[in-house]
């Protein structure tokens, strides 16, 4: 079983920035769709950032142009920057991984593995 282990949510004031962090446990897990996704209080999980396998990228709407989602497969890491954050942004955020698909988007069904959250609080 992989486990997702996400680190670098804190708190910070409206336009600052945060970078996270999601480390693989298993050397066997080297490929796969990996996303962020987060959940804000009383509100449904939503899909922010996905990259595939051969490079394709995805972001929500509302964190273009401010997020930027990395992954450094040798590393089985993937990284999310977060830059001039919003006090909208603050949620639990969640590291998620695909065992075989190359491209999952912001399908939550779609990927198999998942991290235990990290909080981000952004104040005005």
């Known amino acids: 079983q992989v486990q997702l282990v996400e680190s670098g949510g804190g708190s910070v004031q409206a336009g600052g920035s945060l970078r996270l962090s999601c480390a693989a446990s298993k050397s066997s897990y080297s490929s796969g769709c990996m996303g962020w996704f987060r959940q804000a209080p009383g509100k449904e999980r939503e899909g922010i950032a996905a990259?595939?396998?051969?490079?394709?990228?995805r972001y929500a709407d509302s964190v273009k142009g401010r997020f930027t989602i990395s992954r450094d497969s040798a590393k089985r890491s993937l990284d999310l920057q977060m830059n001039n954050l919003r006090p909208e942004d603050t949620a639990m955020y969640y590291c998620?991984?695909?065992?075989?698909?190359?491209?999952?988007?912001?399908?939550?069904?779609?990927?198999?593995?998942w991290g235990q959250g990290t909080q981000v609080t952004v104040s005005s």
């Open positions: 998620a991984a695909s065992r075989w698909a190359t491209w999952a988007g912001f399908s939550s069904q779609s990927y198999d593995y």
């Open positions: 990259i595939g396998d051969y490079g394709a990228i």
